[in-house]
């Protein structure tokens, strides 16, 4: 018998994950709180990667208007704290 591994982020109950573009144009797959998500160059791959994720649940995916960002535990990206004033050096 084979065994095959579920998706890193498989629950019992099939995640929500909001699709939509960042400010910079990228697309952006996160699930509802967070445990995952991506950037993407294309709609289609967000929606694949969403797919995979979530147990295959078309049903689960919202595609949003508005702009939604990749938050990554709340450590800020280097654009933000290189426009605080930060050195590049300690950027990093």
């Known amino acids: 018998m084979k065994l095959v591994e579920p998706p890193p982020s498989c629950s019992t109950a099939p995640a929500i994950v909001f699709i939509g573009k960042n400010s910079r ?3 952006v797959a996160r699930q509802q709180d967070g445990l995952f998500g991506g950037l993407f160059i294309s709609r289609k791959e ?9 147990g295959h649940h078309p049903e689960t995916i919202v595609e949003l208007s508005r702009e939604i960002e990749l938050d990554m535990g ?3 990206s280097p ?12 950027a990093a």
């Open 74 to 76: 709340g450590y800020p």
């Open 25 to 27: 144009g990228k697309w």
């Open 79 to 90: 654009d933000h704290v290189l426009a605080a004033g930060m050195p590049a050096s300690r």
């Open 46 to 54: 967000a929606v694949k990667y969403a797919l995979f994720e979530n």
